[in-house]
């Protein structure tokens, strides 16, 4: 099976621009979450998505959001972005069945805010 | 609410030498743990986990951990370090496997 897969890889904004970040999980996986990790603050929940509904939020501002498609495809927008919003943003899908308590990540986005 | 601590943001072993990656947790529910590996420019990649049954969870790469709830602890070892296994891990709880709450990480060095 195909691992979980994100796009773009890297990515260069500037301040007040938006971005928006796409993620695909491992075929047959219908969670999906995604984690922001910075030097300072370390990895940190963002959402999560279950059959195309937000299911669990962490606690970021509404700057943050994200969506799933049918296939679930999730994409994950921040608008206005801040420098702060510098981060590897990391997706990860939920397995089913035997091991549906593991979260499998993808590589990760790197968004560089200038 | 969950939270993870991991003791030593920094942790070197010469080759060959034990590792030991300390991790306490604090949950209000039987936890759910999880060790993850990430290496340069790559994301996570889980190492083993603890949900329930045999406390001693063995996991890839030589790596296993002992859940001891008395300690509400999560120590990751390995016997015998490898060049290979220098990188940063990540202690984690969840009280379902989703909503990850990570530890701060560990990074390791090995030297030769």
């Known amino acids: 099976k195909a691992g979980v897969t994100q796009t773009p890889r890297y990515l260069i904004k500037t301040r007040g621009q938006q971005v928006t970040l796409s993620c695909s999980p491992i075929s047959g996986h219908r969670s999906v979450s995604w984690y922001q990790q910075t030097p300072g603050q370390g990895l940190q929940f963002l959402f999560e998505?279950?059959?195309?509904?937000?299911?669990n939020k962490g606690n970021f501002p509404g700057r943050f959001s994200g969506r799933q498609f049918s296939n679930s495809r999730s994409e994950m927008n921040v608008s206005t972005l801040e420098l702060g919003d510098s981060a590897l943003y990391l997706c990860?899908?939920?397995?089913?069945?035997?091991?549906?308590?593991?979260?499998?990540f993808g590589p990760g986005t790197r968004l560089t805010v200038l | 609410a969950q939270s993870v601590t991991q003791l030593g943001s920094h942790v070197s072993v010469s080759e060959g030498a034990l590792v030991l990656l300390r991790c306490n947790y604090s949950?209000?529910?039987?936890?759910?743990l999880f060790w993850y590996v990430q290496y340069p420019n790559q994301g996570l990649q889980l190492l083993l986990k603890?949900?329930?049954?045999?406390?001693l969870v063995k996991g890839i790469n030589g790596f296993e951990a002992e859940f001891k709830k008395s300690e509400t602890s999560f120590h990751l070892t390995k016997p015998s370090a490898h060049m290979s296994d220098a990188a940063e891990y990540f202690c984690?709880?969840?009280?379902?496997?989703?909503?990850?709450?990570f530890g701060g990480g560990t990074r390791l060095m090995v030297k030769p």
């Open positions: 990860a899908s939920l397995s089913t069945g035997k091991n549906s308590d593991t979260q499998y």
């Open positions: 984690a709880v969840s009280d379902a496997g989703n909503m990850l709450t």
């Open positions: 949950s209000s529910v039987p936890p759910y």
């Open positions: 998505y279950f059959s195309e509904t937000q299911r």
């Open positions: 603890y949900t329930t049954g045999a406390t």
